[in-house]
C-alpha cells in the first residue's frame, strides 16, 4: 500500500488573544473597595483578583487623542507631537497595531482611536484631513463610533427613536433630556450596549486565529446622561465631596492658569440643560453629577461582565490577554474645575489593569501594585506578550515581569511626567487671557510619590509637598523654605528631559554611526 508523504502537523500557534479595553475620561479612583467611588465596579474587580492592577498609573498628555497617541506610540508627548486633538500623528511613527502586524494579528477596532492623521500625500479636500476621528495606523475597523456615532444612530431609528439632527451626533441624543432627567434610549439601547452587542456578535465568528481587538468605549466620558437604571443606580449622598479648598480663590493663587480655567470653564458640556460656570457648582450639585457619572461607569463595567462571561464560555479566557485601561481623568469638580485640565492629579490619574493569562503570571495574581507606570508602558507589554520586538525608541517599559509578581527592576522609574498644550490655536481664548503666544502655552508635570514639580514655558513654576499635601492646595514654589524641594523638582524634569533627548539622538544613530532619516 502506497501512502502519502505527510509533513506532520502544524505547530499550535501559541500567540495569545489580545483585548485592549479603554475607557473615556476614566478617573484612578473610579473603582476598588476603599477607594472614593469602590463598589461600582464588580467585573474589574473581579479581573484585578485574576490579573495585577496598577494604583500610580498616569497618562502622559491629555486631552483624548494627544494620550492615546502616546498609548499607542509608547511614546512621550513631545516626541510624537501631536499635543491637540486635531495635531497630526507623524506617519513615521511605528504604533502598537503597525507592530502587531508583524506577528500576523489584525488588530480590530470597536469604538474609535481620536487621531489625526498625518497630512502629507494626502489631497486639499481629502475628508481624513483636518479631523482628529481618523483610525490609528495598523487597525482595521470593526465597528466605528465617532462622535458622530452614525451606526449607533441608524441603531437608535432602527427602534423608534428620534434622531432629528445626525449631523450633531450622539450629542443630540443626549440633549433631548436634560441633566437629572434619565437618557431618552433604554440601556439595552445605549451606547455601551450597542459596542458590546456588535463586538460580541465579532467574537462569536472570529475564527481559529488568535485575535486582536481594541474595545474602546466613549462612557463615562460627558455628557453626564445615562438610561434607568443607571441614572438612578448611585446614591449621590454616597458620592465623595470635592478636594478643593474653601473657595476658589485658593487654587486661583496658585496660577494664572488655574485662575483663567477657574472663570472660563462652564456647565453646559458636562450637564445638558445647565448654564453657568463649573466653579459655582456646590456640593450637591457635584454630587448628583458625580453619581451620573459612576452609573455610566457602572453601565460599562456591567457589559465587561458579558464579554468576560463570552471569553470564558467559548474557551478564550485562559489565552487573553486583557488590558484595561483610560485615556486620561476627569475633575468632577475637584479643584472647582470639569473636564481633563491644568496639572492635578484627578486629570492624569488612571486605571490599570492587566490579565496577564500565562502561568507564570500567577504569582503576580490579585496583587495591586504602587510602582509607578505610565500609559507609554503599554505598547512593549502587549508587544513582548505576543512575540513581537518593541520598536528601538520606545520610551515605556514593558509590564509583564510585574505581572508575574518580580519585584521592579533597580532602575525602575521613581517619577511620572505629563504634559498639557493649553493654548486655543483657533481662537486663542487662553492666550488672550493669559498673554502669551501659543507656543507658550505649555506645561509639564514631573511628579514623584512625595513631590509634583509643574514647569510652564510662560508662566512661574507651580510646586506641591505630597507627602504634607497630598490635595495639592498649597503651592510652595515661592516659599523659601521649600527651596530644596523646589530645586529637587526642577532637577528631576531637567534629568528626565536630558534621559529622554539622549535617546532620542541614539535613536537617530545606527550601529555603523551614520545618522538615518527616522523619527522617535
Known amino acids: 500500500m502506497i501512502q502519502a508523504a505527510s509533513a506532520g502537523a502544524p505547530a499550535p500557534d501559541r500567540r495569545p488573544n489580545i483585548l485592549l479595553i479603554t475607557a473615556d475620561q476614566w478617573r484612578g479612583d473610579l473603582m476598588a473597595a476603599g477607594r472614593p467611588f469602590g463598589g461600582l ?3 474589574l474587580d473581579a479581573l484585578a483578583a485574576a490579573g495585577t492592577s496598577f494604583a500610580g498609573h498616569f497618562c502622559q498628555v491629555y486631552p483624548c487623542g494627544p494620550s492615546r497617541a502616546s498609548l499607542y506610540t509608547g511614546l512621550y508627548a513631545h516626541k510624537h507631537r501631536s499635543v491637540a486633538n486635531g495635531m497630526p500623528l507623524d506617519a513615521r511613527h511605528p504604533t502598537l497595531f503597525t507592530e502587531l502586524r508583524r506577528a500576523g494579528y489584525l488588530p480590530t477596532l470597536f469604538g474609535y482611536t481620536d487621531t489625526t492623521l498625518d497630512p502629507r500625500g494626502r489631497a486639499p479636500r481629502d475628508p481624513d484631513r483636518g479631523t482628529y476621528e481618523n483610525l490609528c495606523p ?4 470593526g465597528l466605528v463610533l465617532t462622535e458622530r456615532a452614525t451606526p449607533w444612530l441608524a441603531h437608535l431609528k432602527a427602534n423608534g427613536y428620534r434622531v432629528e439632527d445626525p449631523d450633531a451626533g450622539r450629542e443630540a441624543i443626549f440633549a433631548q433630556r436634560r441633566f437629572g432627567e434619565p437618557a431618552v434610549f433604554a440601556a439595552e439601547h445605549s451606547e455601551t450596549a450597542f459596542l458590546t452587542d456588535r463586538f460580541l456578535d465579532w467574537l462569536g465568528v472570529a475564527g481559529k486565529a488568535p485575535f486582536c481587538a481594541h474595545l474602546s468605549f466613549i462612557a463615562p466620558h460627558p455628557p453626564f446622561g445615562a438610561a434607568d437604571p443607571y441614572h438612578r443606580l448611585v446614591d449621590p449622598a454616597d458620592m465623595p465631596a470635592p478636594v478643593r479648598g474653601a473657595d476658589p480663590s485658593v487654587e486661583a493663587g496658585q496660577s494664572p492658569l488655574i485662575a483663567a480655567l477657574i472663570g472660563r470653564i462652564g456647565l453646559t458640556a458636562h450637564l445638558i440643560g445647565l448654564t453657568g460656570r463649573a466653579a459655582d457648582m456646590d456640593d450637591d450639585l457635584i454630587r448628583r453629577m458625580r ?5 455610566l461607569a457602572h453601565e460599562v463595567d456591567h457589559h465587561l461582565g458579558r464579554i468576560f462571561r463570552a471569553l470564558k464560555e467559548n474557551g478564550l479566557w485562559d489565552n487573553t490577554l486583557i ?27 488612571i486605571p490599570l489593569i492587566i490579565r496577564d493569562p500565562r502561568p507564570a503570571a500567577d504569582s ?3 496583587k495591586s501594585l504602587d510602582s509607578l507606570t505610565e500609559s507609554i508602558d503599554l505598547l512593549p507589554t502587549v508587544l513582548e506578550a505576543a512575540g513581537v520586538p518593541v520598536p528601538r525608541n520606545c520610551d515605556g517599559r514593558s509590564l509583564l515581569s510585574l505581572c508575574a509578581g518580580e519585584a521592579p527592576p533597580a532602575d525602575w522609574r521613581d517619577a511620572v511626567q505629563w504634559s498639557f498644550h493649553f493654548g486655543d490655536i483657533a481662537e486663542r481664548r487662553m492666550e488672550h487671557a493669559l498673554g502669551l503666544p501659543t507656543r507658550l502655552c505649555h506645561l509639564q508635570v514631573i511628579r514623584s510619590k512625595s513631590l509634583k514639580y509643574i514647569a510652564f514655558a510662560g508662566l512661574p513654576p507651580v510646586l506641591f509637598d505630597l507627602a504634607a499635601d497630598p490635595a495639592e492646595l498649597t503651592d510652595r514654589a515661592a516659599d523659601s523654605s521649600a527651596a530644596s524641594l523646589r530645586l529637587e523638582g526642577a532637577e528631576r524634569l531637567l534629568r528626565f528631559r536630558q534621559h529622554h533627548e539622549e535617546e532620542t539622538l541614539t ?7 551614520q545618522f538615518h532619516e527616522e523619527v522617535s
Open 41 to 43: 465596579t464588580p467585573n
Open 138 to 141: 495598523g487597525i482595521a475597523a
Open 291 to 295: 453619581a451620573i457619572y459612576a452609573g
Open 323 to 349: 488590558v484595561f485601561t483610560a485615556d486620561h481623568g476627569e475633575q468632577l469638580g475637584d479643584h472647582w474645575l470639569l473636564g481633563k485640565t491644568g496639572y492635578y492629579d484627578q486629570s492624569a490619574h
Open 364 to 366: 503576580g495574581r490579585g
Open 507 to 513: 535613536g537617530y544613530l545606527a550601529k555603523d554611526g
